[in-house]
């Protein structure tokens, strides 16, 4: 699926389901509560913490996903085409990162 067709399924499913995008300020919120769940998993999958008790079984792709369809809201409500954003974002990193990440001696 290319990103300009996630975008219409998230806006064709916020006409259907949703009524009507949140305000931007609040999808913003929305998004940090996200990526928080996201975090959540990283520290405790990956990380050095461990799960609390009453924590059930935490899934990463769900939490990605929740962040990637209040991502495509912003971007709906905003006027931003991700695709064109996307590939005009990679063009920049590789004009000035081209060689800087492979001359890191740290990434050796």
């Known amino acids: ?5 996630a975008q219409e399924k998230v806006d064709d499913w916020i006409k259907e389901y949703g009524v009507r995008y949140f305000n931007e300020l609040t999808n913003t919120a929305i998004l940090m509560e996200e990526v928080g769940e996201v ?3 990283m520290s405790r999958k990956y990380g050095e913490q461990s799960n609390k008790n009453n924590e059930g079984a935490l ?4 939490e990605l996903a929740d962040v990637f369809f209040v991502l495509i809201c912003i971007a709906n409500q905003t006027g931003v085409d991700l695709e064109k954003a996307f590939e005009e974002n990679l063009k920049k990193k590789t004009n000035r990162d081209h060689s800087r990440h492979k001359s890191n001696k740290k990434l050796k």
Do not use: D, H, T, V
């Open 1 to 5: 699926m290319r990103l300009k067709e």
């Open 39 to 41: 975090a959540r998993i």
């Open 59 to 62: 899934e990463l792709s769900n």
